[in-house]
């Protein structure tokens, strides 16, 4: 193992260790033309300025990386969920806009973020208080406030939001930067749910103006916002899934492009007879003698084991059907006699062009979302950025 790098954290010195790209082979190729085409389609969809969201790793595309393209593609704010996020990001050499929206304000965190120049929502009015005396002397922090039009998950209820504005307004280590909401469904064209948030919103926004609060940032649209509705009023988007080429709902929008494909390769062949069960619990039995292929990938990686009995991929141009009980590491899958070790032309999950099977089948096939299962991209998956 090599050195990665060393954190300091609580007052100890923790050595953090991480496996060499060199040693990797299950690779994640993302193709750095397909988001900034994207980039480009939202910002003129929304007709805003675009706060990429790069939560959960970058949604398992790899949050530094992806923010250095985004940085040369002249992006000037990144969203990410948590403090922690934000301050990865700057030890990373990020020097632009970071908005991060949450943490434990009695954590070292929030102190840390102070002296990092990071834009800190803040998501509870009793909070507020507390915040404002942890402000270092000297120091101007921007906040954005996070206000919660009817998701009812973290922000400061609606009802509470003018008197929060008008609270941290009067603190002079202060500066209201932007104000924010996150929508519940907007996947959904025209949904009275959405329209309502999106009233209140607007709403707010007004009777601040006229005690002469404008927060100059001013976002609620999530990637179904940017998609399905006009928010050119507003200043930012804040687009997450759609910078990777998945809308809100599970289904290909041809106006995006898809960003990441997974490859594996072949590290054994063999035979199995006639009538033998494959992998754990032998719930694939063999209806005659075949020859099988093992591949080095498997549900720690980012397979979900829910596809077990479901999935295939695609060896050579060729679909094939994975055998067998999806294991921690490995796939066993139907094999020709034309494939051979070390093969590379597998493809688990490709963008439509280069493999017919995207990442909305396979979440298919695991009854569940493409977003769960990018956020599981294991650290054994080599990411590749490709332009």
């Keep these: 193992?090599?050195?990665?790098?060393?954190?300091?954290?609580?007052?100890?010195?923790?050595?953090?260790?991480?496996?060499?790209?060199?040693?990797?082979?299950?690779?994640?190729?993302?193709?750095?033309?397909?988001?900034?085409?994207?980039?480009?389609?939202?910002?003129?969809?929304?007709?805003?300025?675009?706060?990429?969201?790069?939560?959960?790793?970058?949604?398992?595309?790899?949050?530094?990386?992806?923010?250095?393209?985004?940085?040369?593609?002249?992006?000037?704010?990144?969203?990410?969920?948590?403090?922690?996020?934000?301050?990865?990001?700057?030890?990373?050499?990020?020097?632009?806009?970071?908005?991060?929206?949450?943490?434990?304000?009695?954590?070292?965190?929030?102190?840390?973020?102070?002296?990092?120049?990071?834009?800190?929502?803040?998501?509870?009015?009793?909070?507020?208080?507390?915040?404002?005396?942890?402000?270092?002397?000297?120091?101007?922090?921007?906040?954005?406030m996070f206000v919660d039009t009817g998701i009812n998950r973290a922000g400061i209820p609606y009802d509470k939001a003018m008197d929060a504005f008008i609270e941290v307004s009067k603190c002079k280590q202060i500066q209201v930067e932007g104000m924010m909401s996150h929508l519940v469904c907007s996947g959904i064209k025209n949904s009275p749910i959405v329209n309502e948030q999106l009233r209140k919103f607007r709403d707010l926004r007004s009777r601040l103006a006229e005690i002469n609060i404008i927060p100059p940032l001013v976002h609620i649209a999530n990637t179904g916002g940017c998609l399905n509705y006009d928010v050119s009023d507003f200043t930012l988007s804040r687009p997450g899934s759609a910078i990777y080429g998945i809308p809100a709902l599970p289904k290909i929008n041809n106006n995006l492009r898809l960003v990441m494909t997974v490859k594996s390769y072949i590290v054994q062949l063999k035979y199995v007879n006639k009538g033998e069960g494959i992998g754990y619990d032998w719930k694939y039995t063999t209806p005659r003698r075949i020859r099988v292929a093992v591949l080095p990938i498997g549900y720690a990686d980012i397979i979900p084991r829910s596809t077990s009995g479901k999935l295939y991929i695609y060896i050579n141009k060729t679909r094939r059907k994975v055998l067998g009980t999806i294991s921690m590491d490995q796939i066993i899958v139907e094999a020709k006699d034309t494939d051979k070790i070390n093969d590379e032309n597998i493809i688990i999950f490709g963008n439509g062009k280069n493999c017919p099977q995207t990442i909305f089948d396979v979440a298919k096939q695991g009854d569940t979302i493409p977003l769960e299962v990018l956020c599981h991209t294991g650290n054994r998956i080599n990411r590749v950025y490709v332009k």
């Design 1 to 144: 193992m090599k050195t990665k790098k060393t954190k300091h954290f609580r007052n100890k010195t923790l050595k953090i260790y991480a496996i060499p790209s060199s040693d990797k082979d299950i690779k994640a190729i993302i193709d750095i033309s397909a988001v900034k085409h994207n980039v480009q389609y939202l910002k003129k969809k929304t007709g805003t300025d675009i706060m990429p969201v790069l939560k959960a790793d970058a949604y398992g595309h790899g949050l530094v990386e992806m923010a250095r393209h985004l940085r040369l593609m002249g992006i000037k704010y990144i969203g990410v969920a948590t403090l922690g996020e934000a301050i990865l990001l700057r030890d990373s050499g990020d020097k632009g806009r970071i908005l991060a929206w949450l943490y434990d304000v009695d954590g070292p965190e929030l102190k840390n973020a102070f002296h990092l120049d990071i834009d800190i929502a803040i998501f509870d009015e009793q909070t507020i208080p507390q915040f404002i005396r942890l402000i270092p002397k000297h120091k101007i922090i921007k906040v954005t």
